[in-house]
């Protein structure tokens, strides 16, 4: 390893100072007081608070992660006080280099999850750190569908906050499940679609294998979701397919053509009416169509759109 071979001797002296003051200093405490809308539990009170190693990770600062690594007395692997290591903090904050010289050790374990089950890959995958993704599947002992407390793989992740290249990187590996769902049951695609990452909502349908009328728990599918929302462009997008239900219900009976209608998105409502086999009248489990329901939230040009109202006998 380049870095580790240029040690400097001051390099040393840094990192062995800072190895030695850095634990359950005060300024480590604030510093990690501002990583909770990450990483939700956090023990002030563990023994071994955020040593050195911690510090010079979460910064990226490689020859003081280096001199550590070479001088020893550090845990390659060691939790710290939100139970993250060296690595998770490196890949959570995108410094490659760091990553790189982690790895180097022969007894990391590049797998290891830190706070709520977050591997280095699921951070990397959720902020966007195509680099560090990359490294981390270049090892044969990452899993790249492991997944958090809450079931969220890494590509889930990366669907959900819209990083098409990491979503792209991922789908390269032939070994990564492109359907697999969180403990909600929204799988990539419907993460992708929830929060109208159209382009991202593109490249998985890219995949013959990916299944784009899974329902969540709530019995939600994407389509339905995102004409809830009126995410136009996803609605195209998802139509598009010629294996999309654009009828299918919710449990109560609502199809995505009810929701759009009772959410007063025209464009919507004229992007489903684009397809012939929408049915345009079908009610709900209460008797409720579309357009009554349009015309009850005041809808009027929903209502126009899906005029006449067929008579009932």
Request: some cysteine.
């Amino acid at each position: 390893m380049h870095a580790k071979r240029d040690l400097s001797d001051c390099a040393k002296y840094l990192a062995l100072k800072l190895f030695d003051d850095y634990s359950n200093h005060i300024s480590s405490k604030i510093l990690l007081r501002a990583q909770r809308q990450h990483f939700s539990t956090v023990y002030f009170d563990k023994a071994s608070l955020f040593s050195g190693l911690h510090c010079a990770s979460f910064f990226g600062i490689v020859e003081i992660v280096a001199s550590l690594l070479e001088v020893g007395g550090c845990e390659t692997n060691q939790d710290d006080c939100l139970g993250n290591t060296p690595l998770v903090w490196a890949a959570h904050n995108g410094h490659e280099g760091a990553v790189k010289a982690l790895l180097g050790r022969d007894d990391a374990d590049p797998d290891k999850p830190g706070n709520n089950g977050q591997t280095p890959l699921s951070c990397a995958a959720r902020c966007g750190h195509e680099g560090v993704v990359k490294i981390l599947l270049r090892r044969d002992d990452v899993d790249p569908n492991k997944p958090e407390c809450g079931g969220e793989t890494p590509l889930l992740w990366a669907a959900y906050k819209g990083h098409e290249g990491v979503v792209q990187i991922l789908l390269g590996r032939d070994d990564v499940d492109p359907n697999k769902p969180n403990d909600w049951s929204r799988t990539p695609i419907f993460q992708a679609a929830h929060d109208g990452h159209e382009g991202v909502v593109r490249i998985l349908l890219g995949r013959d294998d990916v299944d784009p009328n899974k329902p969540e728990l709530g019995g939600e599918t994407p389509l339905s979701w995102v004409a809830y929302e009126g995410y136009e462009g996803v609605v195209k997008i998802l139509l598009g397919r010629d294996d999309v239900d654009p009828n299918k219900p919710e449990p109560g009976g609502q199809t995505p053509l009810w929701w759009a209608a009772c959410m007063g998105h025209e464009r919507v409502v004229k992007t489903l009416l684009g397809r012939d086999d929408v049915t345009p009248h079908r009610p709900d489990e209460s008797g409720v169509t579309p357009v009554q329901k349009a015309a009850e939230n005041g809808h009027a040009g929903v209502v126009a759109l899906l005029q006449p109202v067929p008579r009932t006998a």
